[in-house]
């Protein structure tokens, strides 16, 4: 008789309808948000044959090699080049200001407020008037937009609120006590920093880095009307995509994708394996 009734739920415990209801919801809206991307790669692996839509005649990489082919409209490996350059030093310069914004805003001191509320009033703003309004600036002063100037200016209004908010969070949670123990044993204030705060705060650090090199390398707006004579793999792929289209568009999309995908999973194994070193560490 045990045994029988083993396995078996109570009728009581039954899942209400709209538990169904809101998992039918969610699944519905993961297919409108990935079903897109879905498409994309797939018919990125359209045959020599095919075009834009379905069906697929036939399976094919040729598209992935038609974008290193020379002399096509679009140089998409010296775009992806830059992006991935500019996107490296947003990230840095990114950490380096969140951080200290971070350390510097753990005590009140006069306009604060004001100073916080300033450093993100860049998102309330429409991406294109944060471009054009630099785009104005360097004209006004008589400086030659860049990649490396005006574009990393325009990016970072974009990274830097993202990446003040992140490390606002990380701080709230941080127990001040390590620090304090620190100075019982008579660490100076760099080695404090170096030695315990930062440490406990890296993969909060990590997680910074990641969003900002992301949102950077994925930026258009921001950056179409200051980027110079110097596109980035955004800037020219919608130059290919006004000039022609091909399933090679596809196969950019899944590379980009993938590269994301790649600097995601890095990221995490890196903070999961601090993760269990420290667990590891705080058993022994």
């Not at 170096?194 to 990641?210: C, D, E, F, S, Y």
């Not at 980009?256 to 993760?275: D, P």
């Amino acid at each position: 008789m045990i045994a029988a009734g083993v396995g078996r739920r109570d009728p009581r415990e039954r899942r209400p309808w709209t538990f169904y209801a809101l998992a039918t919801l969610m699944g519905v809206f993961l297919l409108f948000l990935y079903g897109p991307m879905l498409v994309i790669y797939l018919l990125s692996f359209q045959g020599p044959d095919g075009g834009v839509t379905f069906p697929m005649v036939g399976v094919s990489t040729v598209w992935f090699e038609d974008i290193l082919k020379p002399g096509q409209m679009a140089n998409i490996p010296v775009a992806f080049g830059r992006s991935v350059l500019l996107a490296g030093i947003v990230s840095v310069i990114t950490v380096v200001v969140s951080v200290a914004a971070g350390l510097g805003f753990r005590r009140r001191f006069p306009g604060s407020g004001l100073l916080f509320y300033l450093a993100v009033a860049s998102l309330v703003m429409p991406s294109l008037l944060v471009g054009f309004g630099i785009g104005l600036g360097f004209q006004l002063f008589g400086w030659q937009p860049d990649l490396l100037t005006s574009a990393l200016a325009a990016q970072l209004t974009w990274t830097l609120p993202f990446g003040l908010f992140a490390m606002f969070a990380v701080f709230n949670r941080f127990n001040r006590a390590y620090e304090e123990a620190a100075t019982d044993l008579g660490a100076t204030a760099w080695q404090r920093l170096r030695w315990v705060t930062l440490p406990i705060l890296l993969p909060g650090i990590l997680g910074v880095a990641m969003g900002a090199f992301t949102l950077s390398y994925d930026e258009y707006a921001r950056t179409t009307l200051v980027a110079g004579n110097r596109n980035t793999l955004p800037l020219e792929i919608y130059a290919l995509i006004s000039s022609s289209t091909s399933p090679t568009l596809f196969a950019i999309g899944t590379l980009t994708t993938a590269l994301s995908f790649v600097v995601i999973g890095i990221t995490l194994t890196v903070v999961l394996r601090m993760q269990r070193r420290r667990a590891r560490s705080r058993a022994a």
